[in-house]
């Protein structure tokens, strides 16, 4: 794995994007705005699911006020994401958002961005850059891959902001299209050193959307790049959380809730091991401590991994060893698998 970009860090609310910090898990509400209880309730879940920072859509004067109330209830910060109308993201400052996500696809005119920048520097805003493959600017060289399209759509405004003497500035390129997404990021982080904002656009429902956000994500995690996620889905936010902090689990970057092992199940399997792993891995959706836990089909790997886990069992014939910190505990049978193993992992983590 490569050794982290080093970006400046840019402080949103009480959160640092960049600069070496934990890398930031994000995500954004599907909720009309302007229905300010809904969106607060909604921002509470995902804060439970350790959401870290929030995108709510702008897309109207009573959006933006909406920011005001919903920032009373919540802890995370709020990004206001403004398209087309400038005047919108002077509304969302005046309502105390946390940071703005601008579009130079659809807001590029110098004179409105500056009018923007200048209220943002006032309050210590900062601005996400976001292009979207799906939204170039018009005026941009269609000779070019998307990729460069991108990147050049992102640099005209990063130098735009920097002539406004403005340097609270993150960036996002995203597509859908996986490789053309990877180098753009990699071009962009040879050219700036903002902290740079990860994510696959319009990826998909879950069964989908999360193998290709995971293929993009992690592979320019693996490069180094990346200071925030987002896994765009076509689904509950909480989704996104979720698998968002299984990408940064998976490459031993953040550590979040549990970590579940289970093996595929075989020929040798002589428990209902898939009926059993699914019946865990939706209890552990509770737990918010790091605890790995094993559930293992049989002999061949099961102890070795089940020992290795802080809690684990490998099946045999409808019974089961369940271990412990890499201790024999007791054998259990099959029926007592899913509550014996909870009443541990309650222990370790109460
Ligand atoms: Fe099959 Fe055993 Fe391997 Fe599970 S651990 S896949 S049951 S051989």
Redesign the pocket.
């Known amino acids: 794995m490569n050794p982290r970009r080093m970006s400046r860090p840019v402080q949103i609310g009480r959160t640092t994007i960049g600069g070496g910090a934990p890398i930031v898990v994000q995500s954004m509400t599907k909720t009309d705005t302007r229905d300010i209880m809904s969106t607060i309730a909604q921002i509470k879940e995902l804060e439970d699911y350790g959401c870290e920072l929030v995108r709510v859509a702008v897309p109207d004067a009573e959006a933006a006020g909406a920011i005001r109330d919903i920032k009373k209830s919540v802890s995370i910060p709020i990004i206001a994401d403004i398209h087309f109308d400038f005047r919108l993201a002077l509304k969302a400052l005046e309502a105390g958002c946390d940071g703005l996500r601008l579009n130079p696809g659809n807001i590029s005119d110098p004179e409105k961005v500056s009018t923007i920048v200048k209220k943002a520097k006032e309050r210590n805003v900062p601005i996400r850059i976001g292009v979207n493959a799906g939204s170039l600017p018009e005026a941009g060289n269609r000779s070019l891959t998307i990729a460069e399209q991108m990147v050049n759509a992102a640099l005209q405004q990063v130098r735009l902001l920097e002539s406004l003497d403005f340097d609270l500035i993150k960036v996002s390129l995203k597509a859908f299209d996986v490789p053309a997404t990877i180098q753009a990021y990699q071009m962009i982080a040879q050219k700036i050193s903002y902290p740079l904002h990860i994510g696959i656009t319009e990826a998909g429902p879950p069964r989908t959307g999360v193998i290709r956000s995971t293929a993009g994500i992690s592979t320019l995690l693996y490069l180094g790049i990346g200071d925030t996620i987002r896994v765009s889905l076509t689904a509950h936010p909480r989704e996104e959380v979720s698998a968002g902090y299984e990408i940064l689990k998976s490459l031993n970057l953040r550590q979040h809730g549990p970590v579940l092992v289970s ?4 020929g ?2 002589e428990v209902n ?1 898939v009926e059993l792993a699914g019946a865990v891995e939706k209890e552990l959706a509770r737990i918010d401590k790091p605890i790995k836990v094993a559930v ?7 102890p070795g991994e089940a020992r290795d886990a802080d809690i684990g069992i490998a099946c045999g014939k409808g019974r089961g060893v369940l271990f412990k910190k890499g201790k024999k505990l007791r054998t259990i049978e099959e029926k007592d698998f899913l509550a014996a193993l909870m009443s541990e992992v309650e222990d370790m983590t109460g």
């Open positions: 093996c595929p199940s075989c040798r399997t091991l293992m089909g049989c002999v061949v790997n099961g």
